[in-house]
């Protein structure tokens, strides 16, 4: 790849983003062969964009530069395709709304949003398209799923160091009254900073709001997240969902981190919303060497299938994280703060000085959950039996115990058909 100066015409190398005769701002020249695109050096609202960066399945994501400051930044633009849902472009206009308004170094920050020119022969039309962007600080990183795909578990400090950075993005998030919905690894992005990895926490397009009034997205009301990290609120279709699906997620996405293995995987997305709602994953200390039984206790409270058994905020679950390894933490969350941007050597260095506690002895009781009442306009749901409780059912006492249990089956299994139907629609 090289670039161009649209003034002079010279032609500089990939790296060289301003003209050296006029101080222009190069673009992006693409190899013969390959279909143009005319977006390349159009400019949206203040900003240029410049060069190609990534493509998803929303849109596609360019290098811009502010045309007086020159500041660079990513322009995100739809595609085509996905311009002309009005669904989708409901949730990226609600992406900038929601993230626009939170001040958290751990939220990417949005700067601007609008309707992309008319450009003709843009990517995927043949003829004028009308599509919208948004303008977002530029990173230089990689996404957690990348290093989780390529490399497998992360060394112990790194993961610990990412966790408590994405605990203290999303309870900034709560502290707004805003749930992120779609926490996965590919929503985690990690910059290379001072002493170790900065994360931005990605995409608030899934976001519910806690005193939401604006118009529903999808059918139904609901939102569905990613299927390895829903939660089993949401894997059954309900509305109910609170920071702690936020909680759940970020549990699974810790296993995944600790051990390098999907906490329910599968090869079907019925299978996978089965297994939220009805299993849990093997102990993360049995699955990677060197980890202690105490964060398998963690794990399980974080992945919960009620959610009143779970930790009630993502920084109190990086604290017990934190404190299943032996290591000091401070109340509240200055305690996540001090882990959070230690820098990796020091981590390393306290990891290894530390003694776990023991974890809790086999078949300990959790702590009473509260009887919560049901909302008034949800349908009273049983908690679906674990894995070993289906293995070696009671037998029902009448004819009317057996026709309830088989009701509250029907219920569930129709709320997950209802659940898989809508990340379909929603892809």
Not at 5 to 18: H, K, L, N, S
Not at 241 to 254: C, E, N, S, Y
Not at 268 to 293: C, D, F, H, R, W
Not at 411 to 422: E, K, N, S, T
């Amino acid at each position: 790849m090289s670039r161009r100066c649209p003034q002079c015409g010279t032609e500089y190398a990939d790296q060289i983003a301003f003209c050296g005769n006029d101080g222009s701002i190069t673009i992006q020249v693409q190899p013969a062969g390959e279909t143009p695109d005319r977006r390349l050096g159009t400019r949206f609202g203040d900003y240029v964009a410049v060069a190609r960066v990534a493509d998803g399945a929303m849109g596609r994501v360019y290098e811009g530069r502010h045309a007086q400051t020159k500041q660079r930044v990513a322009v995100k633009v739809l595609h085509d395709d996905v311009a002309k849902d009005r669904v989708a472009v409901e949730r990226f206009k609600r992406e900038f709304e929601t993230a626009k308004d939170l001040d958290s170094k751990h939220v990417v920050r949005v700067i601007d949003f609008g309707e992309a020119p008319e450009v003709p022969g843009a990517p995927g039309s043949s003829g004028g398209v009308r599509s919208w962007f948004m303008t977002m600080e530029y990173l230089q990183g990689i996404e957690l799923g990348g290093v989780l795909r390529g490399a497998g578990a992360l060394p112990l400090a790194r993961a610990l160091r990412v966790m408590c950075q994405v605990a203290l993005g999303l309870e900034d998030a709560h502290s707004f009254g805003v749930i992120h919905r779609d926490l996965k690894p590919d929503n985690l992005f990690l910059c290379e900073g001072e002493g170790g990895d900065d994360v931005r926490i990605l995409d608030f397009g899934s976001v519910k709001l806690q005193m939401e009034t604006g118009p529903k997205l999808t059918a139904f009301g609901t939102t569905l997240g990613s299927p390895y990290y829903m939660s089993p609120e949401q894997a059954m279709g309900k509305q109910d969902v609170d920071q702690r699906t936020d909680v759940f997620a970020l549990a699974a996405i810790l296993y995944e981190m600790l051990t390098g293995k999907i906490a329910f995987d599968g090869q079907a997305v019925a299978q996978i919303l089965m297994k939220i709602v009805n299993e849990m994953p093997a102990p993360a200390s049995t699955q990677k060497a060197g980890l202690p039984g105490a964060i398998d206790d963690v794990i399980e409270k974080g992945l919960a299938k009620d959610k009143r058994a779970r930790y009630g905020s993502t920084v109190e679950l990086a604290a017990a994280a934190l404190g299943a390894f032996g290591l000091p933490v401070q109340p509240g969350r200055a305690g996540i703060e001090q882990w959070a941007h230690a820098p990796i050597a020091q981590l390393e260095q306290a990891l290894a000085s530390a003694t776990p506690p023991a974890p809790k002895p086999y078949g300990a009781p959790e702590p009473a959950v509260a009887p919560q009442a049901p909302a008034p306009t949800s349908i009273p749901m049983t908690p679906t039996p674990s894995h070993d409780a289906l293995s070696t059912p009671a037998p029902p006492s009448n004819n009317l115990g057996l026709m309830i249990g088989l009701g509250v089956g029907a219920m569930v299994f129709l709320g997950l058909v209802g659940a898989v139907a809508m990340f379909f629609l929603m892809r």
